[in-house]
């Protein structure tokens, strides 16, 4: 296991137990560079969930901010993206958002958490950032919820281009059949780890040099 599979496990764990997930709300909500961003991702929940962004808690650098839905009732994190920002010159001129994201299992988030991830990403990320998916860093689902967030990115009139790691090439889907012609790649056990397509607001994507340098 990468290290940043054990990280997303160990994040993943201790979002899951109760006294952890509430102490960490408070570390979020207590941050000096929290900012309530409900409006700009377009969420309309129960008065008792705010959507925040937090800045600089992870260190002094620019390169990573957090994303949280917190129930303020219960003091608890409900949904949570751990944001890394990476320039990829060969794709655009934006910076490249990595997602890690994680999302409460229990019932009662249910409805806050409709269509949460599609928020944060394609609402308001995107508006900033061109978004990098991969499904191995998806804790939520894999193969299924990447091939889902393209679907929507489709959905939505964004521009989507799958990654293919064997040419460093980036091939647009322009259209859900164009999606769906990808199915057996989505689905493929031995393609898992080369799952990745970058959302933007923009077609100007020429090609992906992944040699991620740090903001």
Do not use: C
């Not at 060969?90 to 949460?116: Q, Y």
């Not at 040419?167 to 989505?186: E, K, M, V, Y």
Request: net charge negative; aromatic share 8%.
């Amino acid at each position: 296991m990468s290290l940043a599979a054990q990280e997303r496990s160990a994040l993943s764990a201790l979002l899951a137990r109760t006294a952890d997930n509430s102490a960490f709300y408070t570390l979020l909500t207590a941050a000096d560079g929290v900012r309530e961003i409900n409006e700009l991702a377009g969420l309309k929940a129960d008065p008792r969930y705010r959507l925040v962004r937090v800045d600089r808690r992870l260190g002094p650098a620019k390169s990573e901010f957090e994303i949280a839905l917190v129930d303020d009732i219960e003091m608890s994190v409900a949904f949570y993206d751990k944001v890394t920002l990476v320039r990829a010159p060969g794709v655009s001129s934006r910076l490249l958002a990595r997602n890690s994201i994680w999302r409460s299992a229990s019932s009662r988030h249910s409805l806050a958490l409709r269509d949460i991830s599609q928020m944060v990403l394609f609402n308001y990320i995107v508006q900033y950032y061109d978004i990098f998916l991969a499904a191995d860093t998806m804790t939520d689902g894999g193969n299924f919820n990447w091939h889902r967030h393209v679907s929507r990115a489709i959905e939505k009139g964004l521009y989507a281009f799958v990654y293919h790691p064997t040419t460093q090439a980036l091939q647009s889907i322009p259209t859900q059949g164009a999606l769906n012609d990808l199915q057996d790649l989505a689905w493929s056990d031995a393609d898992h780890e080369g799952l990745r397509a970058v959302i933007s607001l923009s077609p100007m994507v020429s090609r992906l040099e992944i040699e991620d340098k740090p903001v």
